[in-house]
Structures are given as C-alpha cells and as structure tokens.
C-alpha cells in the first residue's frame, strides 16, 4: 500500500492550529515523539536536511526559527496518510512557498526515472490563504500565478475554491477562508463565531473590555486585530499564559460538533478528503 504525503502551507499559527483541529475531527492523530528520519520518504529527508543544513555555531539567534520545518504532524491510524502542516509567516513569503513547492517537485521521478528515496509515496501540496479584501478569484488567481512562474508551466490553474490539480505527479490544491456565505475575509471571521456560539456572554465580556480599554496610541505599530484580541482575553479562562494558537487547539470553544456541521469547516474537510 502507497503512503501518502500532504504538506499543508498556512499563513500563520493560527491557521495550522485550526486546520489540526479539523483533520483530527477526520481520524487523524498528532505524530508525537516520532524522530525525523523515521518519517516516510522523501519528508523524513526534507526535514532532517532542514535541521542540519547549517552550521548552528555559525547561526545568529533571529535565524534559528528560520528553517522550513513543520509546526505540526499528523498520520492516520494505519500510518498511510500524513498531513504536515507549515506556518509560514504570511501571505507575503512566496519565497518559503516556493521552495518548497520546488523541493516536491524535484523529489518526483521523471517519466522512465525510478527514485528509491521516493519510493511508493504519493506527494501532495495544500495551500491555505486568507480572501482579505481581495476576494476568494483574487486570491486563487495570484496562487495559480505564483504555482505556474515556479514550475515554468501554464497548465496547473486552481479555478475554483477547493480545487486539486495533478501537475507531473504532484497534487496541488488550493483553499481561500473567507466568512460565511461571503467572497472577503479571513480566517477569524470562520473561527470566531463558532467560538461565540454557546459562549455567548463570555465573548461579549471579552468585546467589551477592548472597547473599554483599548488605547489606540499604546497599539505598537497599528499591529491590532479585534478578533485576535477577543479569542486571546476568552481562552485565558481556560488556557493562563498561552497563545493564540494554543488556546484554538486546546480549549473547548471549537468542538467536534460545531465542526461537523460549519458549513466552511465542511467545505476544508471536503478538499482534504481530494487528498486522501
């Protein structure tokens, strides 16, 4: 039986601690404890390249963080599917997109070609944007654009929100969030009403201590995004002292139920299931 690889490119934590959520609700579970070349191929040697591609005594501190290693890692129970989910740090870092689309793309035989450190793996690559002000087509234009300058190719187009393509053996989906019923919008504006829901008065207390005491002139750098802000002061009840990140993945306001009946939620599930 194949193995099966999807690297999942995310903007930011958030969005991988969202999406782990949803792809622990389809059976997945976390790879914890597994070492880096016990991984399938080629990821295992992905990653261990990563990690030991530089010197490390040569390194400065900012520079570190910077490898394109997973934020998280999950398989299937017969361990025959594995989602590898990356933060990236923003729609604005193409580059790490691009490498990394380059690196799949050179790990994969050409026609008469055999690989033996691909082997029987079946490679796929998920992109996951936030809509913004631009619109889902907007935003699915500029992904197919980046994906066909990389591959020196005008064949792989993502049209459609949820699309998967094969490109020379390679999957190539793409996924755009954006609110409910709506083309604009972000990530947030999917997660932070069904956070509210059945938590309703906890949510509101939230709104209304920013509103309270919010002061524009302390915002360093106009660096502020009210819903970020809310589902940080509602998850320090549950998770004192964590991020963001921490707090969607580990508290109760996402639940498996909510989940299975979200209309967006079912939409991700739907183009990860492409995958699988």
């Known amino acids: 039986m ?24 389809i059976g997945f579970k976390m790879c914890e404890g597994t070492k880096l070349k016990d991984f399938p191929s080629p990821m295992n ?28 890692v999950l398989k299937n129970k017969e361990e025959t599917i594995f989602f ?6 923003g729609d604005s870092r193409k580059d790490k997109r691009e490498k990394i ?24 690559l998920a992109y996951f944007l936030d809509a913004d002000e631009k619109g889902i087509t907007t935003r699915l234009v500029e992904l ?8 020196s190719s005008k064949e792989p187009s993502i049209s459609t929100n949820g699309d998967v393509i094969s490109f020379n053996g390679l999957q190539i989906g793409g996924y755009v969030f954006a609110r409910e019923g709506e083309d604009l919008g972000r990530l947030e ?7 509210k829901q059945n938590n309703e008065e906890i949510f509101d207390d939230a709104e209304k201590y920013i509103v309270a005491h919010l002061d524009p002139k302390r915002v360093k750098k106009g660096n502020f995004k009210k819903d970020k802000a809310t589902i940080g002061i509602a998850g320090q009840l549950q998770r004192s002292g964590t991020s963001n990140n ?12 909510k989940i299975e009946k979200h209309n ?3 939409e991700i599930i739907t183009f990860f299931n492409r995958f699988t």
Not at 144 to 150: A, D, H, L, M
Not at 189 to 195: F, G, Q, R
Not at 246 to 257: A, C, E, L, M, Q
């Open 189 to 195: 504006d999917i997660m932070l009403p069904m956070m």
């Open 45 to 72: 040697h992905f990653l261990v390249t990563e990690a030991t591609k530089a010197n490390i005594k040569e390194l400065k501190l900012s520079e570190i963080n910077h490898a394109l290693l997973p934020s998280g």
């Open 101 to 124: 689309l380059t690196t799949l793309m050179d790990s994969i035989p050409r026609a008469g070609e055999y690989t033996e450190q691909l082997g029987d793996t079946e490679t796929s």
């Open 246 to 257: 921490v707090i969607i993945n580990h508290s109760d306001y996402i639940t498996k139920d």
């Open 84 to 89: 590898f989910l990356y933060a990236l740090g």
């Open 264 to 266: 967006r939620c079912k």
């Open 2 to 25: 194949s193995t099966k690889v999807i690297s999942v490119l995310c903007e930011g934590p958030h969005d991988v601690s969202f999406l782990i959520k949803l792809i622990r609700v």
């Open 144 to 151: 197919t654009e980046e994906i066909q300058t990389v591959l």
